[in-house]
């Protein structure tokens, strides 16, 4: 398995999972401005978003107080949501809509996959302790 030793080259796990928690709580807290929220794909957008932003507080808590298990809702939306993303990307790709909301799936898919790691490395080392 891949691990990481640190987040961006230079932060330690525990801090770096503090920063992903916060910098997913305010992008998720973006998502609320650009969505429709007349339709129910608005709508059920918002509440995937909330849903997210509750497993980044909980990432959040569990970074702070060194609960290994308060990672886990995190770990499994974040995994859901990069298939997810994959999957739309895929999608978008062979209906030949590629735009720039292709784009910014992939560096998100992207984005998150690392965060996933960084994440997923702290919660392995919680376990030593």
């Given at each position: 398995m891949i691990?990481?030793?640190?987040?961006?080259?230079?932060?330690?796990l525990?801090?770096?999972c503090?920063l992903?928690a916060?910098v997913e709580?305010l992008i998720?807290?973006l998502d609320?401005?650009f969505v429709?929220?007349?339709?129910i794909l608005?709508?059920?957008?918002?509440?995937?978003s909330?849903?997210y932003v509750i497993?980044c507080?909980?990432l959040?808590?569990g970074?702070?107080?060194?609960?290994?298990?308060?990672?886990?809702?995190?770990?499994?939306?974040?995994?859901?949501?990069?298939?997810?993303?994959?999957?739309?990307?895929?999608?978008?790709?062979?209906?030949?809509?590629?735009?720039?909301y292709?784009?910014?799936d992939?560096?998100?898919s992207?984005?998150?996959?690392y965060?996933?790691?960084?994440?997923?490395?702290?919660?392995?080392?919680?376990?030593?302790t």
């Amino acid at each position: 398995m891949i691990y990481s030793e640190n987040c961006c080259c230079c932060i330690e796990l525990k801090c770096g999972c503090i920063l992903i928690a916060i910098v997913e709580v305010l992008i998720r807290g973006l998502d609320r401005f650009f969505v429709d929220r007349d339709s129910i794909l608005g709508f059920l957008s918002l509440v995937v978003s909330g849903i997210y932003v509750i497993c980044c507080i909980f990432l959040l808590l569990g970074a702070v107080l060194g609960v290994r298990y308060f990672l886990l809702p995190y770990l499994s939306v974040s995994c859901l949501r990069f298939f997810i993303l994959v999957a739309e990307g895929v999608f978008v790709a062979t209906e030949g809509f590629v735009n720039e909301y292709l784009v910014f799936d992939v560096l998100q898919s992207l984005l998150g996959l690392y965060f996933w790691l960084v994440v997923f490395s702290y919660y392995d080392l919680l376990k030593d302790t």
